[in-house]
């Protein structure tokens, strides 16, 4: 009889632990003690829960934001070599293989700028020769030369008529196919392209464009719409800077099951060109989004890409320590040179709003990931920078060019170091929060609401809510049901700036300054930093609170009264947890006595316990492996003593008196055990000592039911959740 054994002893407390009601967390998985979460004091009150109320969308919801995030993802998560991501990505962009057959996801949309980019750095500092020989033939697919291009074209309208000794009768569709995959070899006497030409100053612009299109054909309106936003995005950015020549090409390359490349733009060619490659995907995009962004400008967001594109040509030319040829883009430009060249191109066409669809993924991301571990995403701060009262496009153009080259690190150390741009990032995180943020055309881009933790306060005590450097640090505060709510600043690093309001609006305090006589209620937080540092700086909020119970403190009035929790809901949870643990793992065959939930309106709630307890059959394996199956019951008495908040969903009860003791009893090989635990942690809904926190979402049916979900390891509970039917006030 192997009392003793430890597998018997672990599966007892798992029992218990999972049968004592929704505890949140248990001693088979216990709650995450990463100190990412905002922590309260350990010489104070206890920790504040992980995030009691469900993010608008968090980061894992969102596919890759682009081609390039996927060839970072693969070198640091799963081992590839810089080679074979490089070479991965251009197989896509040459369409010889699928994104998702390469690397087993489909990004959000974006471009192949910077995986060129990088492949073109590689040839100028790479070490492999067979790797740079498929990067220089995959190249020449992609972005053929344009002198080898024009061996191919001719002028528009001249269809098959060139003159003697150059190209002659125009080739079929299929037979140019073959010629773009084959990067336009040299030699050929065949017409594939035709070219829209215009001055640019004193520069040419010109637009190639398969030669079956004709004005029938319905791509014939995106060729007249690529030269009208080459002219207007070359209008707008000479006035910043030196604009040249522009090559636009439209190219029949790409993944043809996931077109979710736009265009390539390897920057400054031959002849003082920049060249540009324009993927199907341009027109599949524009051809779906257009009537949602631009309603009134037919090809819109088809237009406001090439903006984009013109402005990576801008910032080829203007900023030269920066090109590809110097830098490694992804690792170091990236979380600039995609986020301004959506904020320009928005000056060019500032009704089209195509670069708000990363609002979401910024979002989701920006509330633990900083602004330089992104892409796109920045447009919004670039915005801001650019607004009246910021640095104005000139400022960030003069931003960009003080930036040192080929050091990510040192670029964060310039910009911590930029006059102002700490209250500059401030005042932008507020604007996402508030979706005050002004664009172009005056209207505001809304973010989806969503937040770095939620910071239950239901006990006096001091809170950290830890500031990473530009990461846009939002917290919500949520007060629970007691009365005389005082929270202030107690520590704060000298660069942290902070402010304050009630989620539901009004003006900001800063710094954080609440005063209240009533609880139940969140208050949305901002604590940002502008430095360079890389551990998170202290910010700590002290609360005082008067626990003074006064009918009508408490929070929502749905919840108050008595509950009765199930029997069919708790087996349902007992099982689904006890799934994981194999086909000898107890199962519960039945119940018995009652779990009451008391709740009051003054923020406090007993939750009781009436010789409540479930019996289990499975299986405890010996020390050979086989399993003792055995018989178990557990039962539960007594009262834990919580004060609760309910607001918006969200039910967070933290233990004031823990009074529920816990026995449990198995049988094994025809002996019965009884093991009295007490008021050992995992007995009942006050997991743990006084000050601990169970979070919960909740609906409510008043007079009726109660639903509540576990916040902490949902993972667990495989999408049960415990029912309360109503019992009385």
């Avoid at 993802?73 to 962009?93: M, P, T, Y």
């Avoid at 066409?349 to 995403?377: C, L, Q």
């Avoid at 505001?444 to 006096?460: C, E, G, K, Q, R």
Wanted: net charge negative; aromatic share 10%.
């Amino acid at each position: 009889m192997r009392i003793g054994h430890p597998a018997l002893g672990l599966t007892a407390l798992i029992a218990i632990s999972l049968a004592c009601g929704p505890a949140g967390s248990s001693l088979a998985s216990p709650a995450p003690t990463s100190t990412s979460l905002p922590q309260q004091s350990t010489d104070a009150a206890p920790p504040p829960t992980e995030a009691a109320a469900e993010s608008a969308q968090s980061s894992e919801d969102l596919p890759p934001a682009s081609l390039e995030e996927l060839l970072r993802a693969k070198i640091a998560d799963e081992g590839w070599s810089e080679e074979e991501a490089l070479l991965a990505g251009l197989r896509v962009l040459a369409g010889e293989t699928g994104v998702a057959e390469a690397f087993g996801a489909v990004p959000f949309d974006g471009e192949g700028t910077g995986t060129v980019y990088q492949a073109l750095y590689y040839l100028e500092t790479g070490a492999d020769p067979s790797a740079k020989a498929e990067m220089e033939r995959l190249l020449g697919i992609i972005i053929p030369p344009i002198d080898r291009l024009l061996e191919y074209a001719v002028p528009e309208g001249s269809h098959s008529f060139r003159a003697p000794g150059l190209a002659s009768a125009a080739a079929s569709a299929a037979e140019c196919a073959k010629i773009f995959e084959a990067g336009f070899p040299a030699g050929s006497n065949v017409v594939c392209l035709e070219y829209k030409e215009q001055d640019l100053g004193g520069y040419k612009g010109r637009v190639f464009y398969p030669n079956w299109w004709t004005p029938a054909s319905p791509e014939w309106s995106y060729m007249e719409s690529a030269h009208q936003a080459i002219a207007a995005s070359w209008a707008v950015y000479s006035t910043f800077g030196e604009m040249r020549a522009i090559d636009l090409v439209f190219t029949v390359l790409g993944d043809k099951d996931h077109p979710t490349t736009l265009a390539v733009t390897p920057g400054v060619g031959g002849a003082q060109s920049c060249q540009i490659a324009v993927f199907p995907a341009a027109i599949q995009i524009d051809l779906a989004k257009n009537p949602l962004y631009s309603p009134q400008l037919p090809r819109g967001v088809f237009m406001q890409i090439i903006a984009h594109e013109m402005f990576h040509c801008f910032q080829t030319i203007q900023f030269p320590q920066h090109a590809w040829d110097n830098v490694n883009w992804i690792e170091v430009n990236d979380w600039w040179g995609e986020s301004t060249a959506e904020y320009f191109s928005n000056l060019v066409y500032p009704t089209v709003n195509y670069e708000h669809r990363w609002a979401k993924p910024f979002s989701a991301e920006s509330t633990d990931t900083s602004i330089f571990d992104m892409s796109y995403h920045n447009f919004g701060f670039f915005q801001h920078l650019g607004n009246p009262g910021g640095i104005g496009p000139d400022g960030i153009l003069a931003l960009i060019d003080s930036l040192p080259p080929k050091s990510l690190p040192l670029q964060r150390e310039a910009m911590s170091k930029v006059p102002g741009l700490d209250d500059l990032w401030h005042s932008f995180v507020r604007a996402v929060v508030d979706d005050s943020l002004p664009d172009s055309d005056g209207s505001t881009i809304a973010f989806p609401d969503n937040s770095t933790d939620t910071v239950a306060v239901l006990s006096p005590g001091t809170y950290d809510l830890p500031s990473r450097d530009f990461v846009a640090n939002r917290y919500r505060l949520a007060l629970g049901g007691g009365l005389g709510f005082h929270i202030q600043v107690h520590e704060a690093d000298a660069r942290v700036l902070n402010g304050a309001r009630p989620e539901a609006g009004g003006p900001w305090s800063s710094p954080i300054a609440i005063d209240r006589d009533t609880g139940c209620v969140q208050y949305a937080a901002v604590v940002t930093s502008g430095g360079a540092q890389a551990p998170p700086r202290t910010f700590r909020l002290n609360a005082g609170i008067d626990q003074t119970a006064a009918a009508g403190a408490g929070c929502d009035a749905c919840v108050v009264g008595r509950w009765r929790m199930t029997h069919t809901s708790y087996m349902s949870m007992y099982n689904a947890v006890m799934s994981d643990a194999g086909e000898a793992a107890p199962f519960a065959t039945g119940t018995k006595g009652d779990l009451f939930l008391d709740i009051q309106d003054d923020g406090t709630l007993d939750a009781e316990a009436a010789a409540f307890g479930v019996t289990a059959i499975g299986g405890i394996p010996d020390s050979q492996g086989d399993p003792l199956y055995t018989e178990t019951t557990m039962s539960l008495d007594g009262t834990t003593v919580m004060d609760y908040m309910a607001l918006n969903g969200d039910l967070v009860m933290q233990v004031v008196d823990q009074g529920i003791a816990a026995k449990f009893t198995f049988s094994l090989m025809g002996e019965e055990f009884e093991v009295p635990l007490g008021d050992a942690a995992g007995a009942g809904f006050g997991t743990g000592s006084p000050g601990t926190l169970q979070p919960f979402n909740y609906v409510c049916v008043a007079n009726q039911n109660l639903t509540l979900a576990p916040l902490i390891h949902p993972e667990l509970y495989k999408g049960n959740v415990w029912d309360f039917v109503w019992v009385g006030p």
